[in-house]
């Protein structure tokens, strides 16, 4: 499913209007994420920064790699980590096919709303792996299929098919048990 995100300005008024935090949950999400303050984390379609900022702060003694296909959402997204002082944060211009993650670098990756736009998600799935540490956990968090909101039910996926993709890419995987509203989490780990 391809949509561009070109206006970062206007998406900003949706991605970051604080009613998202009672379905989306960030404070849950980023729990799930078992942060330790000094790792190396990856936000995947970091958009206008909703968890990117969140992440910055909890990792403190670490990075976030933000990274984005959109011109406008990296311009935004360096904009405003520097307006919050926010020096942790590094922007990528990133590929649809290619997250631009260094190799063996990140402890966490964290997938957004955004598995279902992607083309080959095993191929995907598998750059990101190559971006891991040993242990290191990839989270992929996307609408159920019952869900109230999010992208058009025919591009929805089921839980299990992202669970594929991840063991298709060398990992182990699995639904965590985390209760959101409208969504799901997957966890794919690095052996």
């Not at 604080?18 to 980023?30: F, L, N, S």
């Not at 995947?44 to 990792?59: P, S």
């Not at 260094?102 to 998600?121: E, F, I, M, S, T």
Request: hydrophobic content about 50%.
């Amino acid at each position: 499913m391809h949509h561009r995100f070109e206006d970062a300005q206007a998406w900003a008024k949706v991605f970051d209007d604080p009613a998202r935090d009672a379905w989306q949950q960030p404070d849950r999400v980023i729990a799930a994420l078992e942060l330790t303050p000094a790792m190396t984390v990856a936000d995947i379609g970091a958009g206008t920064g909703y968890f990117t900022v969140r992440l910055a702060r909890a990792v403190p003694a670490g990075r976030v790699i933000a990274n984005d296909i959109e011109p406008d959402m990296v311009r935004y997204l360096k904009e405003r980590a520097a307006r919050e002082g926010l020096a942790n944060i590094e922007v990528v211009h990133a590929l649809p096919d290619d997250p631009k993650l260094p190799a063996g670098a990140v402890d966490r990756v964290l997938v957004v709303d955004v598995w279902h736009h992607l083309g080959d998600r095993v191929a995907y799935a598998k750059q990101l792996a190559a971006g891991l540490r040993a242990g290191g956990r990839i989270a992929v968090v996307d609408f159920k299929l019952d869900a109230k909101l999010g992208p058009p039910k025919q591009h929805r996926l089921a839980p299990d098919a992202i669970v594929a993709d991840l063991r298709a890419a060398g990992l182990s995987a699995e639904v965590v048990p985390v209760e959101l509203p409208e969504q799901y989490i997957v966890v794919g780990q690095r052996r």
